[in-house]
């Protein structure tokens, strides 16, 4: 928040304005709890801490002397607050950081690092403990929210964050005393992935090793830089070189993906007036679409063995890696595979469900189906919480499609740091799958991120009574072990 916008919002709440003092809340409160874990060491403590320092901030706004100032003026509040609840306590702190008044100019740096170590280690804790914990403590939700967002009684979610914090205190000590631990795991998973490349990449050891990667948190970065460039170089000799005809039918393809159907377009069908109705919803989002036919393919090629993580680049909007905020909405499709006991699932639900690579393949060439989606692609200068996300989405739904019951439940797809996946009323076609995106390694800290998929056909079904149908004409071949299969007519 920048000073003036600060001074505003203290000024408004000094008047009692309800939306000012929630405002406040909402972009203080998890750096005062950040503050308060930094005296006590631990989760709980720290949200006691923060709780009744915030309060106790509200309560003496009038002695706030420069309204500019709120934050620092709260985390001085905070750090006395927990260090006399500690006092009282009469426990030792696991660990208490030197006072300093003037911090060092890398103290943002080490924050960050200090996050993202903390984050890697709520990664390796097993899947029903680290979404209790991701979702209490770092996407806003409280106890009663995450249990109903996780479907599960609110006991059972305090009994997991109560275990997750056990589990995190001993190591999250560590980092913070500055002795980071080792994950011999994730190397050995990558060592693994390593070598089931050099294996071949389609074999049965590459799509375990990928299967076990899939559960890394964060996915390393230099993993991209070095997996993929071997991928492809190991598939090149047997696909052959980029010739004319196959630029042509890949630009082919893309344009048909990347381009709203004749369905979507139709504002009489009731595809297209759905998306009508969110595009109407949602006035805040620009839309932005792409000419594949200026795509050079040779370019991408070369980025990936550069830089595989800007190969496709031009997926995005074009000033989508500059920090000003933004909002943008592209109409496109996007591959669903209708699984056999009718559950519709994207490529990484069916890689997670299915152990072999012959039964993972045979589904994806059997269900391989297509949806119309319009792209949500967003960007702010404050932190994203996956709680927000669902906001966003609970608000489009009551526009849209109101009546309609919803229902959400967790997405883990590695390039989301949260996600979320919506469902509306019984359709098995998700309605909307994404959430807030993890921090590229070389994207700024000021700049935080959301991305989600609507699916327009549950929407369209919702609106319209009918029964809405994905689509079969799936314009990129699938391969199986065999090779490449052609897509369904």
Known sequence: MNQSAEHDWVERARRGEP???????????RAARAAAYGVSGDFTRAEDAASEAFCAAI???????EADRFGPWLRTIVRRTARRLQAAERRKPAFTPREKEDEA???RLEQQELAASVREVVARLPPTLREAICLFYFEGYHTDEAARFLGIPT????????????????TVEQILKGTKPMNPEQEETLQRLREAVDAGPD???????VREALNLRPVPPDLLREILPRRRAAREPAQGPMTPEKKQFL?????????PSERARDPNHPVGAAAQAIRAALPDFQPWDFDV?????????ERMREDPERAFSFLSPPDFAREAPGAYLSATRALLIKDDDGSVLTMYELMRKNEKQAAFHAKARRGARMSDILWLLWKQAEPLELRAVEERLRHLAEAVAPGVSVDFAPYDEPRYRAGLRLQLGANPIPAALGGVLDPRPKSSDRVHAGSVMVYLEPWAAARSGQAIELANDVPIPLFGPSGPTPAKP
């Open 19 to 29: 939306a000012a003092l929630a405002e406040l809340y909402r972009r203080y409160w």
């Open 59 to 65: 309560e003496s706004l009038h002695a706030l002397r």
């Open 105 to 107: 100019p890398n103290i």
């Open 155 to 170: 006991g059972t979610l305090k009994r997991r964050l109560h275990e997750g914090r056990q589990r995190l205190h001993a």
């Open 203 to 209: 074999s049965e050891g590459f799509y375990q090793a």
């Open 251 to 259: 630009r082919d393809a893309l344009t048909r993906v990347y381009s």
């Open 293 to 301: 036919y200026q795509i050079d393919f040779s370019r991408i090629a």
